[in-house]
Protein backbone atom coordinates (compact mmCIF):
# COMPACT_ATOMS: atom_id res chain seq x y z
CA UNK A 1 0.00 0.00 0.00
CA UNK A 2 1.32 3.34 -0.69
CA UNK A 3 1.42 6.23 1.89
CA UNK A 4 -0.79 9.15 1.89
CA UNK A 5 1.69 11.62 0.75
CA UNK A 6 3.05 9.66 -2.08
CA UNK A 7 -0.26 8.95 -3.14
CA UNK A 8 -1.38 12.28 -3.44
CA UNK A 9 1.79 13.31 -4.95
CA UNK A 10 1.41 10.54 -8.08
CA UNK A 11 -2.63 11.39 -8.07
CA UNK A 12 -1.18 14.73 -9.04
CA UNK A 13 1.11 13.84 -11.59
CA UNK A 14 -1.33 11.10 -13.21
CA UNK A 15 -4.10 14.30 -13.52
CA UNK A 16 -0.69 16.51 -14.99
CA UNK A 17 -0.17 14.23 -17.52
CA UNK A 18 -4.04 13.47 -18.40
CA UNK A 19 -4.25 16.87 -19.09
CA UNK A 20 -0.99 17.44 -21.13
CA UNK A 21 -2.46 14.67 -23.23
CA UNK A 22 -5.92 15.90 -23.87
CA UNK A 23 -4.28 19.26 -24.58
CA UNK A 24 -1.48 18.16 -26.99
CA UNK A 25 -1.92 14.72 -27.98
CA UNK A 26 0.94 12.33 -25.60
CA UNK A 27 3.45 13.33 -23.10
CA UNK A 28 6.85 12.96 -22.91
CA UNK A 29 8.52 10.93 -20.27
CA UNK A 30 12.11 11.95 -19.82
CA UNK A 31 14.35 9.91 -17.16
CA UNK A 32 17.61 10.38 -16.28
CA UNK A 33 19.60 14.30 -15.65
CA UNK A 34 17.97 16.98 -17.78
CA UNK A 35 20.87 18.41 -20.03
CA UNK A 36 22.66 14.74 -19.45
CA UNK A 37 23.86 13.33 -22.92
CA UNK A 38 25.88 10.07 -21.58
CA UNK A 39 25.98 7.44 -18.74
CA UNK A 40 27.29 8.26 -15.60
CA UNK A 41 26.47 12.41 -15.39
CA UNK A 42 24.18 13.67 -12.89
CA UNK A 43 22.58 11.64 -10.09
CA UNK A 44 24.23 8.61 -8.58
CA UNK A 45 21.18 6.61 -9.37
CA UNK A 46 21.68 7.00 -12.90
CA UNK A 47 23.51 3.59 -14.06
CA UNK A 48 22.37 3.65 -17.65
CA UNK A 49 21.92 6.17 -20.13
CA UNK A 50 18.99 8.57 -20.40
CA UNK A 51 16.07 7.81 -22.28
CA UNK A 52 12.44 9.05 -23.15
CA UNK A 53 9.27 7.68 -24.42
CA UNK A 54 5.87 9.10 -25.31
CA UNK A 55 2.43 8.51 -23.30
CA UNK A 56 -0.75 8.68 -25.21
CA UNK A 57 0.60 7.57 -28.96
CA UNK A 58 -0.81 3.99 -27.77
CA UNK A 59 -4.61 6.20 -27.32
CA UNK A 60 -4.05 6.74 -31.11
CA UNK A 61 -3.67 3.33 -32.05
CA UNK A 62 -0.23 3.63 -32.48
CA UNK A 63 3.07 2.14 -30.31
CA UNK A 64 4.52 4.43 -28.09
CA UNK A 65 8.16 5.64 -29.05
CA UNK A 66 11.14 5.04 -27.27
CA UNK A 67 15.06 6.83 -27.28
CA UNK A 68 17.49 6.50 -25.54
CA UNK A 69 20.89 8.22 -25.09
CA UNK A 70 19.93 11.47 -26.25
CA UNK A 71 19.55 14.93 -24.40
CA UNK A 72 16.34 16.21 -23.38
CA UNK A 73 16.22 18.80 -26.02
CA UNK A 74 16.73 16.05 -28.92
CA UNK A 75 14.27 13.59 -26.94
CA UNK A 76 11.81 16.48 -27.25
CA UNK A 77 12.32 17.21 -30.65
CA UNK A 78 12.27 14.12 -32.12
CA UNK A 79 9.44 12.68 -30.30
CA UNK A 80 7.05 15.75 -30.66
CA UNK A 81 8.24 15.71 -34.81
CA UNK A 82 7.24 12.28 -35.15
CA UNK A 83 3.84 12.43 -32.91
CA UNK A 84 2.83 15.00 -35.03
CA UNK A 85 3.42 12.82 -38.20
CA UNK A 86 1.26 9.99 -36.40
CA UNK A 87 -1.46 12.50 -35.22
CA UNK A 88 -1.32 13.17 -39.24
CA UNK A 89 -2.29 9.69 -39.95
CA UNK A 90 1.88 8.22 -40.48
CA UNK A 91 1.97 5.33 -39.20
CA UNK A 92 5.99 4.28 -38.13
CA UNK A 93 6.61 0.55 -39.13
CA UNK A 94 10.04 -1.04 -37.85
CA UNK A 95 12.61 -0.94 -39.82
CA UNK A 96 11.47 1.79 -41.45
CA UNK A 97 14.29 4.79 -43.06
CA UNK A 98 13.29 7.89 -41.18
CA UNK A 99 15.01 11.41 -41.96
CA UNK A 100 13.94 14.87 -39.85
CA UNK A 101 14.60 18.52 -41.56
CA UNK A 102 17.02 19.97 -39.17
CA UNK A 103 18.65 17.01 -37.42
CA UNK A 104 21.54 15.15 -39.22
CA UNK A 105 20.33 11.32 -37.79
CA UNK A 106 18.27 8.69 -39.74
CA UNK A 107 15.99 6.93 -37.26
CA UNK A 108 14.99 2.93 -37.79
CA UNK A 109 12.13 2.13 -34.91
CA UNK A 110 12.76 -1.29 -34.09
CA UNK A 111 9.83 -3.19 -31.78
CA UNK A 112 10.62 -3.01 -27.96
CA UNK A 113 10.48 -7.17 -26.69
CA UNK A 114 10.03 -6.09 -22.98
CA UNK A 115 8.19 -2.48 -22.97
CA UNK A 116 6.55 -3.17 -19.24
CA UNK A 117 10.22 -2.99 -18.42
CA UNK A 118 10.48 0.26 -19.64
CA UNK A 119 7.65 2.18 -20.40
CA UNK A 120 6.41 2.63 -16.45
CA UNK A 121 4.07 6.01 -17.31
CA UNK A 122 2.42 5.06 -20.01
CA UNK A 123 1.27 1.67 -18.34
CA UNK A 124 0.35 3.67 -15.31
CA UNK A 125 -1.79 6.24 -17.56
CA UNK A 126 -3.45 2.95 -19.30
CA UNK A 127 -3.73 0.63 -16.12
CA UNK A 128 -2.27 -2.13 -17.28
CA UNK A 129 0.21 -4.18 -15.62
CA UNK A 130 3.64 -5.00 -17.00
CA UNK A 131 2.73 -8.23 -18.38
CA UNK A 132 0.62 -6.99 -21.05
CA UNK A 133 1.72 -3.61 -21.38
CA UNK A 134 1.46 -1.55 -24.05
CA UNK A 135 3.71 -1.78 -27.26
CA UNK A 136 6.22 0.54 -27.83
CA UNK A 137 9.11 1.04 -30.70
CA UNK A 138 12.59 1.87 -29.38
CA UNK A 139 13.84 4.73 -32.45
CA UNK A 140 17.21 3.20 -33.11
CA UNK A 141 19.51 6.42 -34.60
CA UNK A 142 22.75 6.15 -36.43
CA UNK A 143 25.85 7.77 -35.58
CA UNK A 144 28.11 10.60 -37.57
CA UNK A 145 29.64 8.63 -39.67
CA UNK A 146 25.97 7.21 -40.64
CA UNK A 147 26.04 3.67 -38.57
CA UNK A 148 23.50 1.91 -36.80
CA UNK A 149 24.13 0.56 -33.26
CA UNK A 150 23.96 -3.26 -35.05
CA UNK A 151 26.52 -2.31 -37.43
CA UNK A 152 30.25 -2.73 -36.64
CA UNK A 153 32.36 -0.34 -35.49
CA UNK A 154 28.91 1.58 -34.63
CA UNK A 155 30.34 5.10 -32.27
CA UNK A 156 28.78 4.30 -28.78
CA UNK A 157 26.94 1.55 -28.72
CA UNK A 158 26.60 1.94 -24.62
CA UNK A 159 24.48 5.23 -25.69
CA UNK A 160 21.96 2.34 -27.43
CA UNK A 161 21.64 -0.51 -26.25
CA UNK A 162 19.50 -2.84 -28.52
CA UNK A 163 15.73 -3.62 -28.26
CA UNK A 164 14.94 -6.43 -25.53
CA UNK A 165 18.35 -6.01 -23.68
CA UNK A 166 17.51 -2.17 -22.06
CA UNK A 167 15.98 -2.46 -18.48
CA UNK A 168 16.14 0.93 -17.04
CA UNK A 169 13.82 -0.85 -13.48
CA UNK A 170 15.93 -4.01 -13.27
Known sequence: MTDPRTQAWLDQEDANISAIIRRYGWFIQYVGSEGCGHPGCGSELDDGPPFAYTIGLFGLGHPELLIIGVPIG????????????????ADLVAGELITFDGWPHRIIPEPVPNPGDIVFGANRHYQRPPVFSVPALQLSYDDK????????????????????????GG
Open 74 to 89: TAHGVLNDLGERIRGG
Open 145 to 168: AGKFPWEDSYAAPEMQPRPGTFNP
